[in-house]
C-alpha cells in the first residue's frame, strides 16, 4: 500500500509522474474472484457472491437426525466406545440407531445424552459391564442417580406439535474424559470435560 | 508524452468503476459455524444494532437473552404463552434456539473520540492520559489514535478519521453465594464468638446462562482476604467468561461521539468457541451454614474489638479461620466439552 500523499502534486510541478502513481495505485482495486467467488461485472461496478461451500465436519459424537431415528458418529468417553440398544456405536452396517420415543419436554426440546455408570465403591467405570455407558434419549436432563451420570451430546428440537423433531443442537464436538468425585454423606458427582 | 490523453484518463475512470463493490451476497451451504459465534447486523426497523448468537450451552441448556417481548422471537412468546397484546410492555428471557436478536446499545469509544481511562497530573501544566489502545488492524482500516491530550479531540498523527466503537458480549451463569458474619455469646467458659459461613441462592436466580452486553468487561476486583473474615461479607452471586467484542468502525469522516448508524462497518472478535459446562467447587445446600466457634475468654467484649483481636495477623485463630472459609467458599467454573 503506498502513502497517498505521493499521489499529490504541487502547483506548478508536472503531473505526469504522478499520474504514473496513481495508475499504479488503482491496479491494485482490480478484483479477482477466489475460490467459490463470482463476480458480476457490470460497466457501473461489479457483484460480488461467494459460495461458502464448506465440508462438514464429522466431529466424535455428531447427532444426526433421519426420519425419526437418530445416529451418533463415533466417539469415546474414557476410552470406552459407547453402546446404543446393546451395540457398540462403531460397529458397521446397520449402524446403532436410537428411534425418537417419548416425546419432548414441556418446552419441545429432549436430549441425546451419554450416560456413565461407574463402580459405587471405586468410583470407576466398570470393563467388564458392558452397559456401563450408553446413549440414550432423554427428556429431562437432570435424572440422576449417584452411580449413573448424564451428559448432553444434542438437543432435539421439537415441533409445535410435540410430533417430530425439526432440528439437532449439538451440543459436544470432542470425546470426553470422565471423572467421579465421591462425596461424604451424599451422592457423588460426575464430571465430564473434553478431551 | 507531456499530457494525459482523454483515453487515458477514461480508460482510469473505466476501470475503476467496473471494479467498484456494489454488493456481496454470501450464499450458505449448511456452512458450520461454531456455538456463540456473533453476527452483528443493523435493523433498519428497529434502527439499532443488533447481535444474532449462534445458540451455545451450558449445562446442556442453551444460554437466554432478555429482550423487550415486543421484539421477541414468535417461539418465545409461544413457549412463554404471550399474545402480542399481554406481552406489551414486558421483557422476556428468549433462548438461542429461538433465535433472538440481542440489542446491542452499550458501546464504548476507542480512539479519537474516546474518553480516558485514566487522568494524572504532573505539575499545573502536564496532564497525562491514558486510553484503550485502538487495535492495530483498526488503525490498519483507517481508525483514529487518541487524542494527545484529555483536554483536546484533535487527531493526533495521521489523517485517520474514523471513529470506532466497541461492545462486549458476556456470559453470565448464576450460582449460590457464600457469605460471612460473626454472633456471639456465653458458653460454658466464658463469652465465645462464632464465625458463620452461610450459603444463599439469592432470589432470582436463574437456571440458564444468559447473556449481557456491557460497554467495557471489568473482571471484578480480588476479595480483601481480611474483609472476608471481618465483616459480613457475601461472595458474587454469578460468574462471568468472555463471549466476544462487537466493534463498529464508523465511515471516514465521521462527526465525533456520534451514535452508530447503518453506514457503520461491523467486525467481530471472538473470545469463546464451544460449549460448556459450569460447575461450582463445593455443592452446599442453599439456605445451609457451617459455623466455627472460638473461644475469647473476653467476658462482654465489644464485638469489633474481640474480631479485632481474634484476626491479628499473628493469631492462630486467623490462619485457621482463612483455612475453614477457604476450604467452604463456593466458587465457579467453566469448562469446555
Known sequence: MIDLRKLRVRPGEPVLPAWNRLLDWAKQFRLYAGRGVRLQRTPNGTYVIADLRTTPWNHPFKVSLADREVTVAFGTVQDVVPRIGGRAIDEPVPVPRLRLDGGPDKDGRSWVVIEVKVNGKSGEIDPKDKDAVLIRLVSNLDRQTANVGRHPLAMLIWDAGRTSVIRVRQITHFDLRHLYVKAEGKPGRHIFWAT | ?337
Open chain 2, 1 to 337: 508524452m507531456k499530457s494525459i490523453p482523454a483515453r487515458d484518463w477514461n480508460a482510469l475512470i473505466d476501470q475503476l468503476r467496473r471494479d467498484q463493490v456494489i454488493g456481496c451476497t454470501a450464499l450458505e451451504h449448511g456452512e458450520w459455524r461454531h456455538p456463540w459465534q456473533v453476527s452483528a447486523e443493523w435493523n433498519p426497523d428497529r434502527l439499532r444494532w443488533e447481535a444474532r448468537i449462534q445458540p451455545g450451552f451450558v449445562n446442556g441448556l442453551d444460554a437466554e437473552v432478555r429482550v423487550a417481548a415486543k421484539d421477541a422471537p414468535a417461539d418465545t412468546l409461544r413457549r412463554l404463552k404471550l399474545t402480542p397484546a399481554k406481552a406489551a410492555k414486558k421483557m422476556v428471557d428468549s433462548w438461542l434456539t429461538e433465535d433472538p436478536r440481542m440489542p446491542l446499545n452499550k458501546w464504548r469509544a476507542i480512539g479519537r473520540d474516546a474518553q480516558p481511562e485514566s487522568v494524572s497530573a504532573v505539575g499545573i501544566d502536564e496532564i497525562n492520559a491514558s486510553y484503550e489502545p485502538v487495535p492495530e488492524f483498526f488503525l490498519a482500516l483507517g481508525a483514529g489514535e487518541p487524542p494527545k491530550s484529555p483536554l483536546s479531540f484533535a487527531p493526533s498523527t495521521g489523517g485517520n478519521t474514523r471513529l470506532l466503537r466497541a461492545t462486549e458480549i458476556t456470559l453470565q451463569k448464576d450460582r449460590i453465594t457464600t457469605g460471612t458474619d460473626w454472633t456471639f455469646g456465653s458458653g460454658a467458659d466464658g463469652t465465645f464468638a462464632q464465625f458463620n459461613v452461610t450459603y444463599r441462592l439469592p432470589a432470582g436466580a436463574r437456571k440458564r446462562a444468559y447473556l449481557r452486553s456491557v460497554a467495557k468487561l471489568r473482571p471484578p476486583a480480588p476479595d480483601d482476604p481480611m474483609a472476608r473474615l471481618m465483616v459480613d461479607w457475601e461472595s458474587d452471586p454469578f460468574d462471568t467468561i468472555p463471549v466476544a467484542t462487537v466493534y463498529l468502525i464508523s465511515p471516514e469522516n465521521a462527526v465525533q461521539n456520534s451514535e452508530p448508524g447503518p453506514d457503520w462497518s461491523p467486525y467481530v472478535k471472538h473470545h469463546l468457541f464451544w460449549n460448556l459446562i459450569h460447575d461450582v467447587t463445593v455443592q452446599p445446600p442453599s439456605g445451609s451454614s457451617e459455623n466455627m466457634i472460638l473461644p475469647t475468654g473476653l467476658a462482654l467484649g465489644v464485638a469489633d474489638s474481640v474480631i479485632n483481636q481474634i484476626l491479628a495477623t499473628i493469631n492462630d485463630k486467623n490462619a485457621a479461620l482463612a483455612e475453614f472459609l477457604g476450604k467452604r467458599t463456593v466458587e465457579g467454573r467453566f469448562w469446555t466439552i
